[in-house]
C-alpha cells in the first residue's frame, strides 16, 4: 500500500514518468530493506544471550575455583610461615 501511495507521489508532484516513478520506488524499497536486514544483524537473539549467559556462568565458576584455590594456598603458606617462626624463636630461646 506505502509503495503505490509512494508511486503516485513521485509521478504526480515530482512530474515523473511511469517507468521514473517506479524505478525511484523500487530503489528506495531495495535501501529500505539494505538497511533493515544490516541492523538485523546487529540484533542479539535468544539463542545468543543463552550462549553468553551460560559461558558467563563457567567463567564465573572457574574464577571462584581459583579464587577457593588461592585462599586455601595462602592459609597454608600462612600456617607454614607461623609455625617455622615459633619453631625458630623457640629454638632461639634454648
Do not use: C, P, W
Request: charged letters at 30%; glycine letters at 2%; a neutral charge.
Amino acid at each position: 500500500m506505502n509503495q503505490i501511495r509512494l508511486y503516485d507521489l513521485f509521478r504526480r508532484e515530482l512530474h515523473l514518468s511511469d517507468d521514473k516513478a517506479a524505478e525511484v520506488v523500487y530503489a528506495v524499497q531495495e535501501m529500505t530493506e539494505t538497511a533493515l536486514t544490516s541492523k538485523k544483524d546487529v540484533l542479539a537473539t535468544k539463542e545468543d544471550i543463552y550462549l553468553l549467559r551460560s559461558e558467563l556462568k563457567k567463567d564465573t565458576q572457574d574464577i571462584k575455583d581459583n579464587l577457593y584455590k588461592a585462599i586455601y594456598l595462602s592459609g597454608i603458606l600462612q600456617f607454614i610461615t607461623m609455625t617455622g617462626t615459633l619453631i625458630a624463636v623457640i629454638k632461639f630461646m634454648k
